[in-house]
Protein backbone atom coordinates (compact mmCIF):
# COMPACT_ATOMS: atom_id res chain seq x y z
CA UNK A 1 0.00 0.00 0.00
CA UNK A 2 2.73 2.48 1.18
CA UNK A 3 5.10 1.83 -2.33
CA UNK A 4 1.46 1.93 -4.47
CA UNK A 5 1.23 5.62 -2.88
CA UNK A 6 5.00 6.15 -3.18
CA UNK A 7 5.01 5.23 -6.84
CA UNK A 8 1.71 7.59 -7.82
CA UNK A 9 3.26 10.63 -5.93
CA UNK A 10 6.80 9.84 -7.98
CA UNK A 11 4.50 9.58 -10.90
CA UNK A 12 2.66 12.53 -10.42
CA UNK A 13 6.53 14.48 -9.82
CA UNK A 14 7.48 12.98 -13.38
CA UNK A 15 4.37 14.52 -15.32
CA UNK A 16 4.79 17.61 -13.49
CA UNK A 17 8.77 17.82 -14.31
CA UNK A 18 7.93 17.14 -18.24
CA UNK A 19 5.46 19.56 -18.17
CA UNK A 20 7.53 21.93 -16.78
CA UNK A 21 10.08 21.34 -19.43
CA UNK A 22 7.09 21.87 -22.07
CA UNK A 23 6.65 25.45 -20.88
CA UNK A 24 10.27 26.18 -20.87
CA UNK A 25 10.50 24.39 -24.77
CA UNK A 26 7.42 25.80 -26.02
CA UNK A 27 8.59 28.90 -25.16
CA UNK A 28 12.00 28.45 -26.77
CA UNK A 29 10.20 27.23 -29.97
CA UNK A 30 8.46 30.75 -29.82
CA UNK A 31 11.45 32.87 -29.28
CA UNK A 32 13.30 30.86 -32.59
CA UNK A 33 10.32 32.10 -34.56
CA UNK A 34 11.18 35.40 -33.53
CA UNK A 35 14.69 34.84 -34.41
CA UNK A 36 14.06 33.56 -38.13
CA UNK A 37 10.93 36.22 -38.35
CA UNK A 38 12.89 39.31 -37.63
CA UNK A 39 15.85 41.16 -39.59
CA UNK A 40 19.46 39.65 -39.50
CA UNK A 41 17.86 37.13 -37.03
CA UNK A 42 18.31 39.41 -33.60
CA UNK A 43 19.12 43.42 -32.94
CA UNK A 44 21.67 45.14 -31.39
CA UNK A 45 22.27 46.66 -28.01
CA UNK A 46 24.03 48.79 -26.04
CA UNK A 47 27.84 49.03 -27.01
CA UNK A 48 27.21 46.46 -29.66
CA UNK A 49 28.88 48.48 -32.14
CA UNK A 50 32.14 48.53 -30.00
CA UNK A 51 31.77 44.79 -29.59
CA UNK A 52 31.12 43.82 -32.95
CA UNK A 53 34.57 46.09 -33.84
CA UNK A 54 36.10 44.14 -31.43
CA UNK A 55 34.98 40.83 -32.41
CA UNK A 56 36.12 42.08 -35.95
CA UNK A 57 39.36 42.73 -35.26
CA UNK A 58 40.26 39.19 -34.00
CA UNK A 59 39.07 37.74 -36.40
CA UNK A 60 41.17 39.71 -38.69
CA UNK A 61 44.25 39.84 -36.49
CA UNK A 62 43.56 37.05 -34.06
CA UNK A 63 43.40 36.75 -30.14
CA UNK A 64 46.36 39.78 -29.80
CA UNK A 65 44.66 41.89 -31.74
CA UNK A 66 45.49 45.51 -30.98
CA UNK A 67 42.20 47.44 -31.71
CA UNK A 68 41.49 49.64 -28.42
CA UNK A 69 38.16 49.10 -28.20
CA UNK A 70 39.27 45.52 -26.95
CA UNK A 71 41.39 47.27 -23.59
CA UNK A 72 38.66 49.53 -23.20
CA UNK A 73 35.76 47.97 -23.28
CA UNK A 74 35.77 43.91 -21.75
CA UNK A 75 37.34 42.31 -25.03
CA UNK A 76 34.97 38.72 -23.48
CA UNK A 77 32.01 39.59 -25.42
CA UNK A 78 33.79 40.31 -28.79
CA UNK A 79 36.18 36.85 -27.83
CA UNK A 80 32.31 34.94 -27.44
CA UNK A 81 31.20 36.41 -31.11
CA UNK A 82 34.68 36.25 -32.38
CA UNK A 83 34.24 31.95 -31.24
CA UNK A 84 31.04 31.76 -32.89
CA UNK A 85 31.69 33.46 -36.04
CA UNK A 86 35.11 30.84 -36.08
CA UNK A 87 32.35 27.89 -35.36
CA UNK A 88 30.01 28.63 -37.58
CA UNK A 89 32.43 30.74 -40.21
CA UNK A 90 29.55 33.66 -40.27
CA UNK A 91 32.35 35.89 -41.49
CA UNK A 92 33.95 39.21 -39.57
CA UNK A 93 30.64 41.46 -39.45
CA UNK A 94 27.55 40.43 -37.05
CA UNK A 95 25.58 43.16 -38.75
CA UNK A 96 24.49 39.76 -41.36
CA UNK A 97 21.99 37.94 -41.26
CA UNK A 98 23.53 34.57 -40.55
CA UNK A 99 26.35 35.89 -37.65
CA UNK A 100 24.22 37.47 -35.95
CA UNK A 101 21.26 34.74 -35.82
CA UNK A 102 23.65 32.08 -34.71
CA UNK A 103 24.67 34.78 -31.68
CA UNK A 104 20.89 35.16 -31.05
CA UNK A 105 20.43 31.32 -31.46
CA UNK A 106 23.40 30.57 -28.97
CA UNK A 107 22.52 33.36 -26.11
CA UNK A 108 18.84 32.04 -26.62
CA UNK A 109 19.77 28.45 -26.05
CA UNK A 110 21.78 29.40 -22.97
CA UNK A 111 18.70 31.30 -21.81
CA UNK A 112 16.57 28.02 -21.67
CA UNK A 113 19.15 25.43 -20.51
CA UNK A 114 19.56 27.92 -17.54
CA UNK A 115 15.97 27.92 -16.63
CA UNK A 116 14.74 24.97 -17.62
CA UNK A 117 17.84 23.89 -14.58
CA UNK A 118 16.89 26.19 -12.46
CA UNK A 119 13.43 25.55 -12.32
CA UNK A 120 13.95 21.70 -11.96
CA UNK A 121 16.01 22.86 -9.18
CA UNK A 122 13.24 24.61 -7.39
CA UNK A 123 11.08 22.09 -8.07
CA UNK A 124 12.90 19.37 -5.92
CA UNK A 125 12.46 22.34 -3.16
CA UNK A 126 9.86 23.25 -0.63
CA UNK A 127 9.31 25.76 -3.25
CA UNK A 128 7.33 23.73 -5.36
CA UNK A 129 4.48 25.22 -6.20
CA UNK A 130 5.82 28.77 -7.61
CA UNK A 131 8.10 26.24 -10.55
CA UNK A 132 5.12 26.89 -13.51
CA UNK A 133 4.51 30.59 -12.50
CA UNK A 134 8.31 31.22 -12.50
CA UNK A 135 8.71 29.26 -16.25
CA UNK A 136 6.54 31.47 -17.50
CA UNK A 137 7.48 34.34 -16.12
CA UNK A 138 11.52 33.78 -16.52
CA UNK A 139 10.68 32.67 -20.29
CA UNK A 140 7.92 35.24 -21.02
CA UNK A 141 9.47 38.64 -19.59
CA UNK A 142 10.27 40.99 -21.99
CA UNK A 143 12.77 42.77 -21.11
CA UNK A 144 14.53 39.85 -19.78
CA UNK A 145 13.94 36.96 -22.35
CA UNK A 146 13.80 39.23 -24.98
CA UNK A 147 17.59 40.20 -24.25
CA UNK A 148 19.02 36.71 -25.39
CA UNK A 149 18.26 38.01 -29.09
CA UNK A 150 20.31 41.47 -28.37
CA UNK A 151 23.71 41.54 -29.29
CA UNK A 152 25.12 42.28 -25.82
CA UNK A 153 26.59 40.62 -22.61
CA UNK A 154 22.76 40.81 -20.57
CA UNK A 155 21.88 37.54 -20.57
CA UNK A 156 25.07 35.65 -20.94
CA UNK A 157 25.34 36.66 -17.31
CA UNK A 158 21.71 36.15 -16.40
CA UNK A 159 22.06 32.32 -17.43
CA UNK A 160 24.99 32.04 -15.59
CA UNK A 161 23.65 33.44 -12.50
CA UNK A 162 20.70 30.92 -12.73
CA UNK A 163 22.33 27.73 -13.64
CA UNK A 164 25.36 28.63 -10.40
CA UNK A 165 23.00 29.47 -8.23
CA UNK A 166 20.87 26.08 -9.42
CA UNK A 167 24.05 24.07 -9.16
CA UNK A 168 24.14 25.08 -5.65
CA UNK A 169 20.82 23.98 -4.79
CA UNK A 170 21.49 20.54 -6.51
CA UNK A 171 24.74 20.35 -4.42
CA UNK A 172 22.99 21.01 -1.12
CA UNK A 173 20.28 18.74 -1.42
CA UNK A 174 22.65 15.98 -3.02
CA UNK A 175 26.17 16.68 -1.57
CA UNK A 176 29.05 14.30 -1.75
CA UNK A 177 32.74 14.56 -2.34
CA UNK A 178 32.61 13.47 -5.84
CA UNK A 179 30.12 16.17 -6.63
CA UNK A 180 32.02 18.95 -4.80
CA UNK A 181 35.09 19.89 -6.91
CA UNK A 182 32.86 18.85 -10.42
CA UNK A 183 30.00 21.80 -9.14
CA UNK A 184 33.08 24.03 -7.48
CA UNK A 185 34.65 23.88 -10.98
CA UNK A 186 31.34 24.16 -13.24
CA UNK A 187 29.93 27.57 -10.86
CA UNK A 188 33.79 28.91 -11.19
CA UNK A 189 33.60 28.06 -14.65
CA UNK A 190 30.35 29.97 -15.07
CA UNK A 191 31.06 33.04 -13.41
CA UNK A 192 34.71 33.06 -14.99
CA UNK A 193 32.43 33.59 -18.57
CA UNK A 194 30.58 35.96 -16.67
CA UNK A 195 33.43 37.92 -15.37
CA UNK A 196 34.90 38.41 -18.62
CA UNK A 197 32.31 39.60 -20.73
CA UNK A 198 31.56 42.29 -17.71
CA UNK A 199 34.10 42.41 -14.79
CA UNK A 200 32.05 43.99 -12.05
CA UNK A 201 30.13 40.48 -12.22
CA UNK A 202 33.61 38.73 -10.63
CA UNK A 203 32.55 40.14 -7.57
CA UNK A 204 28.93 38.39 -7.52
CA UNK A 205 30.42 35.45 -8.39
CA UNK A 206 32.62 35.35 -5.67
CA UNK A 207 30.15 36.34 -3.21
CA UNK A 208 27.84 32.69 -4.26
CA UNK A 209 30.63 30.85 -3.77
CA UNK A 210 31.10 32.76 -0.07
CA UNK A 211 27.72 32.09 0.75
CA UNK A 212 27.69 28.79 -0.32
CA UNK A 213 31.02 27.69 1.37
CA UNK A 214 29.95 29.70 4.58
CA UNK A 215 26.67 27.08 4.66
CA UNK A 216 28.98 24.17 4.66
CA UNK A 217 30.05 22.37 7.69
CA UNK A 218 33.02 20.95 7.28
CA UNK A 219 35.80 23.82 7.13
CA UNK A 220 37.71 21.23 4.42
CA UNK A 221 34.54 22.01 1.80
CA UNK A 222 34.43 25.29 2.42
CA UNK A 223 38.40 26.15 1.97
CA UNK A 224 37.97 24.10 -1.44
CA UNK A 225 34.94 25.75 -2.34
CA UNK A 226 37.13 29.47 -1.93
CA UNK A 227 40.02 27.83 -3.33
CA UNK A 228 39.15 26.04 -6.34
CA UNK A 229 35.66 27.86 -7.12
CA UNK A 230 38.15 31.14 -7.31
CA UNK A 231 40.58 29.31 -9.34
CA UNK A 232 38.34 28.48 -12.12
CA UNK A 233 36.90 31.91 -12.13
CA UNK A 234 40.06 33.52 -12.68
CA UNK A 235 40.90 31.46 -15.50
CA UNK A 236 39.34 33.51 -18.08
CA UNK A 237 39.51 37.10 -16.76
CA UNK A 238 43.35 36.41 -16.43
CA UNK A 239 43.40 35.03 -19.89
CA UNK A 240 42.28 38.50 -21.44
CA UNK A 241 44.33 40.06 -18.90
CA UNK A 242 47.73 38.38 -20.79
CA UNK A 243 46.05 39.42 -23.99
CA UNK A 244 45.98 43.28 -23.17
CA UNK A 245 49.75 43.14 -21.77
CA UNK A 246 50.47 41.56 -24.94
CA UNK A 247 48.69 43.65 -26.99
CA UNK A 248 48.51 47.15 -25.51
CA UNK A 249 51.42 46.57 -22.46
CA UNK A 250 48.88 47.27 -19.81
CA UNK A 251 47.79 44.82 -17.14
CA UNK A 252 43.95 45.17 -17.06
CA UNK A 253 41.11 43.49 -17.79
CA UNK A 254 39.08 46.50 -19.38
CA UNK A 255 40.02 50.32 -18.88
CA UNK A 256 36.43 51.31 -18.95
CA UNK A 257 35.99 51.35 -14.64
CA UNK A 258 37.60 54.75 -14.24
CA UNK A 259 35.52 56.52 -17.29
CA UNK A 260 32.14 54.71 -15.98
CA UNK A 261 32.71 56.08 -11.87
CA UNK A 262 34.02 59.50 -13.65
CA UNK A 263 31.03 59.93 -15.34
CA UNK A 264 28.57 59.43 -11.81
CA UNK A 265 30.76 61.66 -9.56
CA UNK A 266 31.58 65.63 -9.71
CA UNK A 267 29.49 68.92 -8.90
CA UNK A 268 27.82 68.75 -11.68
CA UNK A 269 26.44 65.20 -11.65
CA UNK A 270 23.58 64.02 -11.80
CA UNK A 271 24.16 60.19 -10.96
CA UNK A 272 23.08 59.16 -14.36
CA UNK A 273 24.12 59.51 -18.14
CA UNK A 274 21.90 62.08 -18.44
CA UNK A 275 23.66 65.01 -16.61
CA UNK A 276 27.17 63.19 -16.54
CA UNK A 277 29.98 64.30 -14.23
CA UNK A 278 33.65 65.10 -15.03
CA UNK A 279 35.87 64.44 -12.95
CA UNK A 280 39.67 65.90 -13.20
CA UNK A 281 43.02 64.30 -11.90
CA UNK A 282 45.55 66.43 -11.41
CA UNK A 283 48.52 66.19 -13.86
CA UNK A 284 51.25 64.02 -13.86
CA UNK A 285 54.51 65.49 -13.24
CA UNK A 286 56.25 63.79 -15.96
CA UNK A 287 53.23 64.52 -18.34
CA UNK A 288 51.65 61.36 -19.08
CA UNK A 289 48.38 60.26 -19.60
CA UNK A 290 46.76 59.42 -16.67
CA UNK A 291 45.83 55.58 -16.20
CA UNK A 292 42.16 54.12 -15.78
CA UNK A 293 42.85 53.13 -12.04
CA UNK A 294 44.61 56.95 -11.24
CA UNK A 295 40.87 58.05 -12.33
CA UNK A 296 39.12 55.31 -10.07
CA UNK A 297 41.42 56.96 -7.10
CA UNK A 298 40.68 60.44 -8.02
CA UNK A 299 37.00 59.97 -8.44
CA UNK A 300 37.36 57.92 -4.81
CA UNK A 301 39.29 60.99 -3.18
CA UNK A 302 36.51 63.07 -4.58
CA UNK A 303 33.97 60.94 -3.40
CA UNK A 304 35.93 61.21 -0.08
CA UNK A 305 36.24 64.93 0.56
CA UNK A 306 32.39 65.97 -0.82
CA UNK A 307 30.23 63.49 1.42
CA UNK A 308 26.64 65.17 1.16
CA UNK A 309 27.00 65.37 -2.74
CA UNK A 310 27.97 62.23 -2.45
CA UNK A 311 25.00 60.65 -0.47
CA UNK A 312 22.71 62.65 -2.75
CA UNK A 313 24.46 60.82 -5.91
CA UNK A 314 24.39 57.29 -4.17
CA UNK A 315 20.52 58.16 -3.93
CA UNK A 316 19.56 59.26 -7.06
CA UNK A 317 21.70 55.73 -8.40
CA UNK A 318 19.67 53.44 -6.67
CA UNK A 319 16.68 54.93 -8.21
CA UNK A 320 17.88 55.01 -11.27
CA UNK A 321 18.96 51.26 -11.01
CA UNK A 322 15.39 50.44 -10.18
CA UNK A 323 14.11 53.00 -12.80
CA UNK A 324 11.16 51.75 -15.55
CA UNK A 325 12.21 51.22 -19.09
CA UNK A 326 10.33 53.79 -19.86
CA UNK A 327 8.09 56.82 -18.84
CA UNK A 328 9.04 59.99 -16.84
CA UNK A 329 11.55 58.13 -14.22
CA UNK A 330 13.28 56.27 -16.62
CA UNK A 331 17.41 56.11 -16.36
CA UNK A 332 19.72 54.42 -18.71
CA UNK A 333 21.30 53.13 -21.62
CA UNK A 334 18.38 50.50 -22.65
CA UNK A 335 17.17 52.54 -25.20
CA UNK A 336 17.68 49.32 -27.70
CA UNK A 337 15.86 47.36 -25.25
CA UNK A 338 13.59 45.03 -27.45
CA UNK A 339 9.93 45.59 -25.27
CA UNK A 340 10.37 49.24 -26.20
CA UNK A 341 9.22 48.58 -30.01
CA UNK A 342 5.78 47.57 -28.57
CA UNK A 343 5.78 48.94 -24.91
CA UNK A 344 1.89 50.75 -24.76
CA UNK A 345 3.77 53.90 -22.98
CA UNK A 346 6.46 54.61 -25.04
CA UNK A 347 4.00 54.27 -27.88
CA UNK A 348 1.28 56.41 -26.18
CA UNK A 349 4.40 58.87 -25.30
CA UNK A 350 4.79 59.32 -29.02
CA UNK A 351 1.44 61.56 -29.15
CA UNK A 352 1.43 65.37 -28.12
CA UNK A 353 -1.75 64.27 -26.00
CA UNK A 354 0.00 60.90 -24.61
CA UNK A 355 3.18 62.55 -24.25
CA UNK A 356 1.83 65.36 -21.94
CA UNK A 357 -0.12 62.41 -19.79
CA UNK A 358 2.93 60.01 -19.58
CA UNK A 359 5.69 62.80 -18.45
CA UNK A 360 2.78 64.75 -16.34
CA UNK A 361 2.19 63.93 -13.00
CA UNK A 362 -0.41 61.00 -13.94
CA UNK A 363 3.09 59.18 -15.40
CA UNK A 364 5.15 60.09 -12.58
CA UNK A 365 2.99 58.79 -10.09
CA UNK A 366 2.45 55.27 -11.69
CA UNK A 367 6.26 55.35 -12.59
CA UNK A 368 6.90 55.73 -8.36
CA UNK A 369 3.95 53.00 -7.93
CA UNK A 370 5.74 50.81 -10.29
CA UNK A 371 8.89 51.47 -8.93
CA UNK A 372 8.47 51.39 -4.98
CA UNK A 373 5.92 48.25 -5.72
CA UNK A 374 8.48 46.14 -7.36
CA UNK A 375 10.72 46.71 -4.48
CA UNK A 376 7.98 46.41 -1.92
CA UNK A 377 7.30 42.42 -3.79
CA UNK A 378 11.07 42.26 -3.55
CA UNK A 379 11.54 42.68 0.14
CA UNK A 380 8.13 40.11 0.58
CA UNK A 381 9.31 37.41 -1.60
CA UNK A 382 12.90 37.95 0.42
CA UNK A 383 11.04 38.02 3.83
CA UNK A 384 8.97 35.03 2.86
CA UNK A 385 11.86 32.96 1.66
CA UNK A 386 13.84 33.83 5.00
CA UNK A 387 10.60 32.52 6.60
CA UNK A 388 10.95 29.06 5.62
CA UNK A 389 14.29 28.26 6.95
CA UNK A 390 16.14 25.31 6.03
CA UNK A 391 17.52 25.52 2.39
CA UNK A 392 14.77 27.86 1.10
CA UNK A 393 16.66 30.30 3.31
CA UNK A 394 19.86 29.69 1.79
CA UNK A 395 18.14 30.20 -1.35
CA UNK A 396 17.07 33.67 -0.69
CA UNK A 397 20.04 34.71 0.20
CA UNK A 398 21.62 33.40 -2.66
CA UNK A 399 19.11 34.72 -4.89
CA UNK A 400 18.72 38.60 -3.10
CA UNK A 401 22.63 39.19 -2.77
CA UNK A 402 23.17 39.34 -6.45
CA UNK A 403 20.84 41.82 -7.03
CA UNK A 404 21.74 43.81 -4.11
CA UNK A 405 25.27 43.39 -5.41
CA UNK A 406 23.94 44.86 -8.18
CA UNK A 407 22.59 47.70 -7.19
CA UNK A 408 25.70 48.80 -4.81
CA UNK A 409 28.09 48.34 -7.97
CA UNK A 410 25.56 50.34 -9.79
CA UNK A 411 25.73 53.26 -6.69
CA UNK A 412 29.63 52.99 -6.76
CA UNK A 413 29.60 53.90 -10.67
CA UNK A 414 26.91 55.29 -12.45
CA UNK A 415 23.14 54.81 -12.29
CA UNK A 416 21.32 52.90 -15.25
CA UNK A 417 18.13 50.53 -15.12
CA UNK A 418 20.38 48.45 -17.83
CA UNK A 419 22.65 47.09 -15.31
CA UNK A 420 19.87 45.05 -13.38
CA UNK A 421 18.83 43.35 -16.18
CA UNK A 422 22.08 40.19 -15.54
CA UNK A 423 20.06 39.79 -11.94
CA UNK A 424 16.77 40.41 -13.49
CA UNK A 425 15.76 36.15 -13.03
CA UNK A 426 16.65 36.17 -9.48
CA UNK A 427 14.56 39.57 -8.60
CA UNK A 428 12.18 38.51 -10.61
CA UNK A 429 11.59 35.15 -8.99
CA UNK A 430 12.03 36.95 -5.78
CA UNK A 431 8.98 39.40 -6.95
CA UNK A 432 7.17 36.41 -7.79
CA UNK A 433 6.94 35.07 -4.53
CA UNK A 434 6.20 38.46 -2.80
CA UNK A 435 3.30 38.62 -5.29
CA UNK A 436 2.15 35.62 -3.51
CA UNK A 437 2.94 36.57 0.00
CA UNK A 438 0.91 39.54 -0.53
CA UNK A 439 -2.34 37.76 -2.46
CA UNK A 440 -2.02 35.09 0.46
CA UNK A 441 -2.33 38.54 3.24
CA UNK A 442 -5.08 40.47 1.53
CA UNK A 443 -7.22 37.50 0.09
CA UNK A 444 -6.00 34.11 2.33
CA UNK A 445 -5.30 32.33 -0.81
CA UNK A 446 -2.18 30.61 0.42
CA UNK A 447 0.09 29.24 -1.72
CA UNK A 448 1.48 26.68 0.34
CA UNK A 449 5.49 24.91 -0.97
CA UNK A 450 3.98 21.08 -0.85
CA UNK A 451 7.66 19.29 -1.11
CA UNK A 452 10.13 19.04 1.14
CA UNK A 453 13.23 19.23 0.94
CA UNK A 454 15.10 16.15 -0.05
CA UNK A 455 17.77 14.67 3.32
CA UNK A 456 21.23 15.76 2.39
CA UNK A 457 23.48 13.02 1.56
CA UNK A 458 25.89 12.52 4.78
Given at each position: ????K???????????????????????????V??????????????????V?????????????KD????????????????????????????N???????????????????????????????????????????????????????????????????????????????????????????????????????R??????????????????????????????????????????????????A??S????????????????????????????????????????????????????????L?????????????????????????N???????V?????????????????????????????LL????????????G????????????????????????I?????????????????????????????????????K??????
Open positions: MVNAKRNVDRRQQTRRRNLFYISLAILVLKLIILSIKFGGWMGSDAEGYAGAASMLKHGFFARVLSFLPAGYPMVIWVLALLTRTGSSITASSLAVLSIFQTLFYFVACTYFIDKLRSTRLNSYAVPAALLLGLNPTLSLSSMVAGYESIVASCMLLSIALIIDFRQNSNERSLWKTAVLIGLLQSLSGITQPELLIGFALLLIWAIYENSRKSTAFILIVGSCAMLTLPLALVARNIEATGTVLAQLGATMGGGAGDKASGGYEGRGFITCPPKPDGGTVSDNELVVCVLKWYAHNPGPTHLMVNKARFFWSPWSGPLANGTAARPWLKIDPQNLASTPGGRTLVLGWFGKTISWIWMLGGLLYLGVRRLWILGLEREVSILLSTPVLLGMLISMGTGDHRYRIPTMGMSLFLQLVGFYALKERFFGQATKPVLPKARAR
